[in-house]
T-cell receptor, first 115, second 116 residues
Framework: AQTVTQSQPEMSVQEAETVTLSCTYD???????LFWYKQPPSRQMILVIR??????QNATENRFSVNFQKAAKSFSLKISDSQLGDTAMYFC????????????FGTGTRLTIIP | EPEVTQTPSHQVTQMGQEVILRCVPI?????FYWYRQILGQKVEFLVS????????KSEIFDDQFSVERPDGSNFTLKIRSTKLEDSAMYFC??????????????FGEGSRLTVL
């Protein structure tokens, strides 16, 4: 079974600074998908960024980028020029390429952007 | 922008009672899911539903749980006889072609279930 670990329960950073959230995972598969989801205080989770394991290039979405280290099974999220609206719970998630559609989530990192 | 809607936002029930949580997925989506999050814990997969049948379920999704898409728009989660440990936030989600194709599940805001 796959596991996802987020070792930082809480983080805070000053507005406009850069912050990196850590995620490691464990799988025996070679092809899979990794995601970062954001859950603001309103509770609706939204997709931030997605990475396919077969792609070597790190995914980027505007101020959000990932550092995907497949051999190390590491998938960190970097938020540049952080904004107050980035305050949220961030979940790392794994999706197997085989059969099922089950997302496996980490425990989350609560990120607070300080004005 | 279309979104997944869930009702009720909060339900309080007595142990042993039946509960139905309702979800309206995004209209052109084909895959539907229920996840739950016990307070302070990780979000856990319960069940996925495609083509009018369960495609995957977790060990949590035992005989006390059932899902249904009764009318082509609603997607419901029923808990037949609630237990204290069923207290959690329940999230409905939907996707166009499944996570592998689109990479994006659209989540509702959740239904908080409190079992007394």
């Amino acid at each position: 079974a796959q596991t996802v670990t987020q070792s930082q329960p809480e983080m805070s950073v000053q507005e406009a600074e850069t912050v990196t959230l850590s995620c490691t995972y464990d799988t025996s598969e070679n092809n899979y998908y990794l995601f970062w989801y954001k859950q603001p205080p309103s509770r609706q989770m939204i997709l931030v960024i997605r990475q396919e394991a077969y792609k070597q290039q790190n995914a980027t979405e505007n101020r959000f980028s990932v550092n995907f280290q497949k051999a190390a099974k590491s998938f960190s999220l970097k938020i540049s020029d952080s904004q107050l609206g980035d305050t949220a719970m961030y979940f790392c998630a794994f999706l197997s390429n085989f059969g099922n559609e089950k997302l496996t989530f980490g425990t989350g990192t609560r990120l607070t952007i300080i004005p | 922008e279309p979104e997944v809607t869930q009702t009720p936002s909060h339900q309080v029930t007595q142990m042993g009672q039946e509960v139905i949580l309702r979800c309206v997925p995004i209209s052109n989506h084909l895959y539907f899911y229920w996840y739950r999050q016990i307070l302070g814990q990780k979000v856990e997969f319960l069940v996925s539903f495609y083509n009018n049948e369960i495609s995957e379920k977790s060990e949590i999704f035992d005989d006390q749980f059932s899902v249904e898409r009764p009318d082509g728009s609603n997607f419901t989660l029923k808990i037949r006889s609630t237990k204290l440990e069923d207290s959690a936030m329940y999230f409905c989600a939907s996707s166009v072609g499944g996570g592998k194709l689109t990479g994006e599940l659209f989540f509702g805001e959740g239904s908080r279930l409190t079992v007394l």
